[in-house]
């Protein structure tokens, strides 16, 4: 807290909330502009549905969403056109309140008329979501995953997954919903907020049994009943990454607006906390993304009646404190100098190559010997965790570590392994061809032109299909501008920001919509949107290359 002010720039600056200092010109920030917005549970909800659109197979783990009131009509015809096609289908479904947490405001619905439209509603919009009915138990109880993940970079896009979480356990033994029970919200509803005032709680000294315990001792258990938890981890590490590629678009358009390229701005970087529900199938379902995850490691008891004590907890203790202290061994800014000094050494090899060649084969070599080594003990540890079949943490699986042991060891040596897994840009390979939205981010951002703003006008978007020769015969600028009017007042009649303009969400729409007129052929969407991309890609390509040569000439 700095009342009068700071003298001295930080190397890291630690926000309680959200992104919103302005006067920052340097250093690290742990919070992303936008990232509140962004993880809303209408933005979340409305980014998921153009990736499902784009990739229905890909993401298929967040559950079917409508978003209150704009699509109540939507849903009611959905449900009733399941209903005819199979009239024994019986969903439930949950109505969650936007910008809510700790399940303010949440209730269970068997039938579209009981969505309750008077007051919150109106005033409040919300989610509509499918429930799901068939939860992994445990000891006869729901339990969701809380996972940590580090977006330690947005671009180049770098993300790290704890390798331990929390798992919080319902203080009610489940059964499937009947329009009886919807109402038992220690039944249905995982959070911790609401299950602690059970009378059934369990506060336990053990990260292994209670109302809360880690997710390695759930794993532990789900392997010695013989599942494949690598599988699961994997099939998680999946989610986390392509909810995180949903996100980035609207996240980039925020960060040009608040830091603008080329001016001297920090870098970010962000702990969200993941909650996941484990179907009964094992199959992990995206419930939320928190922008700011609780960081506590107690709780308050009451000891009399107002008295209040703070009792420490080792389960958050254990995971928490993990996470805090390995972001900042990532973000350390002093490793980033060491790291420079490394590639200056590696410069200054390309001015005085014969000299320092058999330096820097032995110390290359030695590095590369060190990180197989290293490699190689954990992988032996591994196995013979994998082959032990149980154990009590997995902060006993020591992670391969994803930075190469090449700082010095001095102060690093002192710490814990790693409990920060690198997964991007590690499997970049296998979700690089979802970022299209990314890409139509990129045209967005690019006919922004006035820095600062987060929406385009009518003249930025005429200039997007001029530049890219996408008006013709067939699409006059008048329907151009038609297109432009129609979308951006849909879109604007259902936020609650003002700024007047085309909101990214609202370009993505229009460039859908223009990618199915000019790609008839095309079965899927996504191809569409690819060949209409790579057209506007190559001419903006072309026109830019001109105009460069022109500045020559
Ligand atoms: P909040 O931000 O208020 O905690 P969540 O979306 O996390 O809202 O929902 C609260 C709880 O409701 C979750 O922890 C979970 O137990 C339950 N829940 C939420 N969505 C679903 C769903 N689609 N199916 C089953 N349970 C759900």
């Not at 209670?210 to 392997?223: A, E, M, P, V, W």
């Not at 490793?335 to 820097?360: A, E, G, M, V």
Request: proline share 6%.
């Amino acid at each position: 807290q700095f009342p009068f002010g700071r003298r001295l720039p930080c190397d890291i600056y630690w926000h309680g909330v959200s992104f919103h200092d302005s006067n920052i010109f340097s250093g690290q920030v742990n919070k992303f502009p936008g990232m509140m917005e962004t993880v809303r549970k209408i933005t979340l909800s409305r980014a998921m549905r153009t990736m499902q659109d784009l990739f229905p197979g890909e993401y298929n783990f967040y559950p079917r969403s409508w978003i209150l009131p704009e699509e109540l009509s939507l849903f009611v015809d959905e449900f009733r056109t399941m209903k005819d096609i199979n009239p024994s289908w019986k969903p439930t479904f949950i109505v969650k309140p936007d910008g809510g947490c700790q399940g303010d405001g949440i209730y269970l619905i068997k039938d579209p008329g009981d969505i309750r439209l008077t007051g919150s509603i109106q005033s409040r919009p919300a989610v509509v979501q499918e429930y799901i009915c068939e939860p992994l138990l445990m000891d006869r109880l729901k339990f969701d995953i809380r996972l940590y993940v580090l977006l330690k970079s947005l671009e180049p896009l770098e993300i790290y997954i704890a390798k331990d979480g929390l798992s919080r356990f319902c203080t009610e033994p489940y059964q499937e919903p009947t329009l009886k029970n919807l109402h038992q919200v220690f039944m249905h509803l995982t959070n911790y907020s609401l299950n602690i005032h059970s009378g059934n709680f369990i506060h336990s000294d053990s990260v292994n049994t209670g109302s809360k315990r880690t997710f390695s001792s759930i794993l532990c258990r789900l392997s010695s009943r013989g599942v494949d938890v690598k599988k699961l981890w994997s099939d998680i590490i999946s989610l986390v990454i392509k909810t995180i590629i949903a996100l980035t678009p609207e996240l980039k358009v925020y960060y040009q607006s608040d830091i603008p390229a080329g001016k001297p701005g920090p870098t970010c970087f962000q702990i969200l906390g993941f909650d996941i529900l484990l179907m009964k199938t094992l199959k992990p379902m995206l419930l939320e993304v928190n922008a700011n995850p609780s960081m506590r490691i107690g709780h308050e008891q009451e000891l009399s009646p107002g008295v209040f004590e703070n009792v420490p907890s080792p389960v958050d203790e254990e995971v928490k404190v993990a996470v805090i202290r390995d972001t900042l061994r990532l973000v350390d800014p002093q490793k980033k100098k060491r790291t420079d000094t490394h590639l200056s050494f590696h410069t200054y090899l390309l001015i005085f190559p014969t000299q320092l060649q058999s330096l820097h084969a032995g110390v290359a070599g030695m590095k590369d010997k060190q990180h197989k080594h290293h490699s190689l003990k954990l992988s032996l540890k591994l196995k013979f965790y994998l082959k032990l079949g149980s154990c009590q943490s997995l902060q006993q699986v020591p992670e391969v570590s994803a930075e190469p042991p090449d700082a010095p060891k001095s102060l690093e040596a002192a710490l814990p392994s790693l409990c920060l897994k690198q997964v991007f840009p590690k499997y970049s390979k296998q979700f690089s061809y979802l970022r299209l939205v990314d890409r139509v981010a990129a045209l967005f951002i690019h006919f922004l032109g006035v820095r600062g703003t987060t929406k385009l006008g009518p003249t930025g978007f005429r200039t997007f299909i001029r530049n890219c020769k996408l008006s013709n015969s067939n699409f006059s600028m008048a329907a151009v501008d038609i297109l432009y009017i129609d979308i951006t007042r849909r879109w604007n009649s259902m936020g609650i920001d003002k700024e007047s303009g085309m909101c990214l969400q609202a370009f993505v729409e229009a460039f859908f919509c223009l990618a199915r007129k000019k790609y008839k052929s095309a079965k899927l969407l996504r191809e569409q949107v690819l060949s209409l991309l790579e057209l506007c890609e190559k001419r903006l390509a072309a026109l830019h290359g001109k105009r460069l040569l022109w500045g020559c000439g």
